[in-house]
C-alpha cells in the first residue's frame, strides 16, 4: 500500500486520445458525454469540456483500480472516491489529482484513517482506528505522521500528551476508566544499534520511556490545537508525483499500556506513594512513584499480550 510505482497508474493525458464514442462540439472537440478507450488500455466515461475530462467521470485503469468522482480539466478535483489494486479505497475531496481537503481512507488491514489531507499526505485533525486492537489515535497529524497534541484512547484506558513520529514525548498522563489518573513524562533515550562498516558514526535509535510521577484524581482534558493551519489552495501537480500510488500505508498499532481495573485497586487517588514499575509483562504495579521507567516498546509488547 505504498505511492511508490505510482507512475503505472497515471491516467492518460489531453493528447493520448485513443478511440472516443460521444459528443464533440463545433470545434470537433470532446464536449459533453462520452466514452474514451486509451491506448494504455484504461477507459474512461463522464463528462468532457473542450477536449478535457471536466465534471462527473469514471476513470478505470487497467490493473483493476479505479476512480469514480469530479474532475477538472482531466484533473481529480472536487468529491471522489478512488478504489486501489489492493482493495485499499478513498472517500473525499481531492485538489489538483491529490488527496486534499476531509476524506476518509480504508485499509486493507480494515483500519481506517478519517480526518484532514493535504496534498496527498494525512495533514491536521485526523482518527486512525486500529481494527485488530479496537484503540485508536484522535489528535494532530504533520505529513502523514502522528504528531502534536492528541488521545491515544485503549479499551480500558486512555494516553493523553504530544506525540512526535508516531512516539508519545514530553509530558502526558493516563487516564483509567476505574476513575483516577496516572501523570508523567515520556522521556527520550539515546540506544547505539552498532557502526556502519563504511562510516565513523554510530546508528543511534531514540526510545521514549515512561517516567511516573503521581497519581490524581480524574480531571478534564483538553487539546491545544496548532496555530499555523495549511494553505487552503491546492497544491501543485509537481508537489507529490505519481498521485494514484498503490494507495497509502497502514499505521503500526501504537499501544501504550494495557491495566485492569483490579490492577490499579491498590492506587487510589489522594495516597502518597505509589508506583508505574513494571515487574513483568503480566502484572502492573506501583512501588515508588520516584522510580518507575518503562520503555514504550514494552508497553507496545504488553499492549498486544493484554489484548490477545
Excluded at 476508566?177 to 496516572?182: A, F, K, L, T
Aim: negative net charge.
Amino acid at each position: 500500500m505504498s505511492d511508490l510505482g505510482s507512475e503505472e497508474l497515471e491516467e492518460e493525458g489531453e493528447n493520448d486520445l485513443g478511440e472516443y464514442e460521444g459528443e464533440r462540439n463545433e470545434a470537433g472537440e470532446r464536449h459533453g458525454h462520452g466514452k474514451a478507450r486509451l491506448p494504455n488500455g484504461d477507459v474512461y466515461e463522464g463528462s468532457y469540456e473542450h477536449g478535457k475530462r471536466h465534471g462527473q467521470g469514471i476513470y478505470k485503469f487497467k490493473n483493476g483500480a479505479r476512480y469514480v468522482g469530479e474532475y477538472v480539466r482531466n484533473k481529480k478535483h472536487g468529491q471522489g472516491t478512488f478504489i486501489y489494486p489492493d482493495g485499499s479505497r478513498y472517500e473525499g475531496e481531492w485538489a489538483d489529482d491529490l488527496r486534499h481537503g476531509h476524506g476518509v481512507y480504508y485499509y486493507v488491514n480494515n483500519d481506517t484513517y478519517t480526518g484532514e489531507w493535504f496534498a496527498h499526505q494525512r495533514h491536521g485533525q485526523g482518527t486512525y482506528f486500529y481494527a485488530e486492537t479496537g484503540s485508536k489515535y484522535v489528535g494532530a497529524w504533520v505529513n502523514g505522521q502522528q504528531e502534536g497534541a492528541a488521545e491515544l484512547i485503549h479499551l480500558n484506558h486512555r494516553y493523553q500528551g504530544k506525540f512526535l513520529n508516531k512516539n508519545p514525548v514530553g509530558p502526558g498522563k493516563y487516564v483509567f476508566d476505574i476513575g483516577c489518573e496516572q501523570h508523567g513524562e515520556y522521556r527520550l533515550t539515546d540506544v547505539e544499534r552498532g557502526e556502519e562498516e563504511e562510516e565513523e558514526e554510530t546508528l543511534i535509535t531514540v526510545i521514549p520511556k515512561w517516567k511516573a510521577t503521581k497519581i490524581t484524581e480524574l480531571a478534564l482534558w483538553t487539546p491545544t490545537l496548532p496555530q499555523e493551519q495549511p494553505a487552503a489552495d491546492g497544491p501543485g501537480q509537481e508537489e507529490a508525483p505519481g498521485a494514484e500510488g498503490g494507495g497509502e500505508m497502514a499505521e503500526e498499532v501504537q499501544p501504550l499500556t494495557d491495566v485492569s481495573e483490579g490492577e490499579l485497586e491498590s492506587t487510589r487517588p489522594g495516597e502518597e506513594e505509589g508506583d508505574a514499575s513494571r515487574e513483568d509483562r503480566e502484572e502492573f504495579q506501583y512501588d515508588s512513584l520516584d522510580q518507575g521507567n518503562v520503555s514504550f516498546e514494552e508497553e507496545e509488547g504488553r499492549q498486544s499480550e493484554l489484548l490477545e
